[in-house]
């Protein structure tokens, strides 16, 4: 079985969880659901040798001695300045072989079924190794303004071609609260987990 490469985007501004969360410890460095911290549940998630090469997590200089003391031992790559998302998968890209298939995290997520998210990363891998970029994504049960939306196109092997992005909520007209986009049965909101080659 091929491994999959696991790249953690890790850092933040330490804004969303203020004033717990600050910039020198943002949420990814916290044990807010257990004792372990979201970014090592991060990396424990892509732990398995038998699917996972050694992860490569891509941070700010200002993060970079908190994921050597959280993750001792693995591959970081310390960013001079932040640049978001896709140089940070660059940087991470250009350290492996070509036909690597990558599986691109966010290190501030909270997975609770992670036997779900295994074979959710089995199936885009599927799609990746034949050269589509994959974006993981779930069914969500209530509208949230930090999200992205992806409406679900035609079947895809296990997975869906992306009808369209949708990064916006529809307000009904004379109703002051926001909606899951329309139609809610094939909307999946975005989590930031990508597989590619």
């Not at 717990?20 to 659901?33: D, E, N």
């Not at 079924?113 to 295994?118: D, I, K, S, T, Y």
């Not at 050269?131 to 296990?158: E, H, N, Q």
């Not at 307000?171 to 139609?183: D, F, M, Q």
């Amino acid at each position: 079985m091929e491994q999959y490469q696991p790249v953690i985007l890790s850092g933040g501004s330490g804004t969303r969880l203020w004033p717990l969360s600050r910039k020198q410890r943002p949420k990814p460095f916290l044990p807010l659901l257990g004792n372990r911290t979201l970014f090592q549940q991060a990396i424990d998630r892509v732990g398995d040798p038998a699917v996972f090469a050694p992860p490569i997590v891509v941070a700010g200089e200002l993060h970079g001695e908190l994921v050597r003391q959280q993750a001792p031992g693995c591959r970081l790559i310390v960013e001079p300045v932040g640049r978001n998302t896709a140089p940070a998968i660059a940087l991470a890209a250009s350290l492996v072989p070509r036909e690597t298939i990558m599986l691109v995290c966010p290190s501030d997520h909270f997975i609770r079924n992670e036997e779900a998210f295994r074979v959710a990363v089995a199936d885009a891998a599927t799609l990746a190794a034949d050269g589509y970029l994959v974006s993981i994504a779930v069914t969500p049960d209530r509208p949230a303004t930090g999200f992205g939306y992806i409406r679900r196109g035609k079947p895809l092997g296990p997975g869906y071609q992306t009808d369209r992005f949708r990064l916006e909520f529809r307000t009904p007209r004379g109703v002051g609260k926001s909606t899951v986009p329309e139609p809610a049965g094939r909307t999946r909101c975005a989590m930031g987990i990508s597989t590619l080659r």
